[in-house]
T-cell receptor, first 115, second 112 residues
Framework: GNSVTQMEGPVTLSEEAFLTINCTYTATGYPSLFWYVQYPGEGLQLLLKATKADDKGSNKGFEATYRKETTSFHLEKGSVQVSDSAVYFCAVANAGGTSYGKLTFGQGTILTVHP | NAGVTQTPKFRILKIGQSMTLQCTQDMNHNYMYWYRQDPGMGLKLIYYSVGAGITDKGEVPNGYNVSRSTTEDFPLRLELAAPSQTSVYFC???????????FGPGTRLLVL
């Protein structure tokens, strides 16, 4: 089955620092890739996604590029803010006719940004 | 448009008790899912449904049951609660495969 490996956390940064959270996956076919964010006390919400190789997803200053050759989907932001403090999950959608939209998640990376 | 709603927000159960976690979506999505989130772990799929009357097991179904009598509702049933079921439970829905899943706010369950 599919699997997702995320950079271990927690990650602590100062405001305006550069952020990278690594994500690599194993999957068959050509799955869509996602980054979800979970703010304290809330459910997960989509941050960005990419549906095919070399696509770049972007939202709120975050970016990630679908790299099929390295099976990676690393999350980056040039200048983080305190409000970006959250847990970030990388996920891969199961491909194929019987996937039924199922997702496989990484273990999550806790990000804390200090003023 | 409320999206995905879950009740209750928090519950404490004694070992052996039963309860139903409610999940409702108002987006007319066909696919619905139940996940559990344990500390420091990603989300694990418990059960999923591809439409009213159709459900199937996910990665960790033992100790749980589901039903899907309508498009909107997808309740999760715990029959004999065990401490290992202490977790945060999330319901999610989507309209098609490979698309964004929309999550509810979660139910925190403590089994003592």
């Amino acid at each position: 089955g599919n699997s997702v490996t995320q950079m271990e956390g927690p990650v602590t940064l100062s405001e305006e620092a550069f952020l990278t959270i690594n994500c690599t996956y194993t999957a068959t076919g050509y799955p869509s890739l996602f980054w979800y964010v979970q703010y304290p006390g809330e459910g997960l919400q989509l941050l960005l996604k990419a549906t095919k190789a070399d696509d770049k997803g972007s939202n709120k200053g975050f970016e990630a590029t679908y790299r099929k050759e390295t099976t990676s989907f690393h999350l980056e932001k040039g200048s983080v803010q305190v409000s970006d403090s959250a847990v970030y999950f990388c996920a891969v959608a199961n491909a194929g006719g019987t996937s039924y939209g199922k997702l496989t998640f990484g273990q999550g990376t806790i990000l804390t940004v200090h003023p | 448009n409320a999206g995905v709603t879950q009740t209750p927000k928090f519950r404490i159960l004694k070992i052996g008790q039963s309860m139903t976690l409610q999940c409702t979506q108002d987006m007319n999505h066909n696919y619905m899912y139940w996940y559990r989130q344990d500390p420091g772990m990603g989300l694990k799929l418990i059960y999923y449904s591809v439409g009213a009357g159709i459900t199937d097991k996910g990665e960790v179904p033992n100790g749980y049951n589901v039903s899907r009598s309508t498009t909107e509702d997808f309740p999760l049933r715990l029959e004999l609660a065990a401490p290992s079921q202490t977790s945060v439970y999330f319901c999610a829905s989507t309209n098609t495969a490979q698309e964004t899943q929309y999550f509810g706010p979660g139910t925190r369950l403590l089994v003592l």
